[in-house]
């Protein structure tokens, strides 16, 4: 059995984990501008009451105290609540994290007005109306947060993809775009076949190849570009026509001209690079030999 100690239930080691990646974006200058802005603001606009009830020596003496506890206590909420959760709900983490913070900064507040002065307390209703003036502060800051961080993921991830996906994609209608699978010359345009449907493009194949970069797929022919992704099996007919099948049921040939790269890929096997056999220069697109119907004989 596996003895778990007090630091491991209580879930220590995590929080320690936590607090050491969030400690710098804490500490950061933005947060310190940030920061005392809220202390600026607070001291001059005297919120809830404390205009009118305090003098500025007594503002100062409450809120900026107070609002620098409020960083420190907000960040141990928020990490707390990520670790309950384990960064799976960002919505519930940040839910628990207002009640977190409700809870034990509303004390802190409370304390603080009466030592300093108890007529702004009086003044807006009491204990009661902390509470809910605290609790209603910490969930605008959560859902600002929130929202802050979901765009920010947004971004990056369009970022990513934008810097991952070939060029190609942009040139294809909306409804067609998704990953390729092949580009097929077709005359004077090109064919492109992607995950969704096909559409065809005024484009020479050998710019339709270049834009595929960065996904990896050779040419099986000169007619012919295939995804290595959109490979599921390789059909020989007989020792001089060999074919890639697609995810999609599309056959496609492969020319001896071009099977080394899919030999040096790991699709097709060494021993298909036979010697020619005069074979013919153009292989057209075929059904897969499986799936055809047999013609009834007369």
């Known amino acids: 059995m596996v003895c778990l100690g007090v630091g491991d239930v209580l879930g220590l080691g995590k929080l320690q984990n936590k607090f050491a990646e969030t400690r710098r974006s804490v500490l950061s200058a933005r947060v310190f501008a ?18 009118i009830h305090m003098t500025t020596a007594e503002r100062i003496l ?18 707390i609540a990520q670790v309950v959760f384990e960064d799976r709900h960002a919505a519930m983490a940040e839910g628990l994290a207002v009640v977190l913070m409700t809870a034990i900064f509303t004390p802190c507040v409370f304390v603080s007005s009466i030592l300093i002065n108890p007529a702004p307390m009086i003044a807006t209703g009491g204990p009661l109306s902390l509470l809910l003036s605290v609790f209603a502060v910490t969930s605008v800051v959560a859902i600002i947060r929130y929202s802050v961080v979901a765009w920010r993921d947004e971004t990056k991830d369009a970022q990513k993809t934008a810097e991952t996906d070939p060029r190609l994609l942009d040139r294809l209608p909306k409804a067609v775009r998704a990953p390729v699978l092949r580009i097929s010359a077709k005359n004077h ?18 710019d339709a190849v270049v834009e595929m970069e960065p996904v990896e797929g050779f040419m099986t022919h000169r007619s012919h570009w295939v995804a290595k992704s959109a490979v599921t099996r390789v059909l020989r007919e007989n020792p001089g026509k060999v074919y890639l099948k697609l995810v999609n049921g599309d056959l496609v040939p492969v020319s001896r001209t071009f099977r080394p790269d899919w030999i040096n890929a790991g699709v097709l096997d060494p021993s298909l690079q036979a010697p020619p056999t005069g074979e013919a220069s153009v292989q057209p697109l075929v059904q897969d030999p499986s799936e055809q119907q047999q013609s009834p004989r007369a």
């Open 34 to 51: 940030i920061v005392l802005c809220a202390m600026v603001f607070a001291v001059v606009a005297g919120p809830f009451g404390t205009l």
């Open 189 to 206: 345009m090109i064919e492109v076949v992607t995950e969704r449907a096909k559409t065809e493009l005024r484009l020479r194949l050998g």
């Open 62 to 79: 409450l809120w900026v105290p107070l609002i620098a506890l409020s960083v420190l206590l907000g960040w141990v909420a928020h990490v």
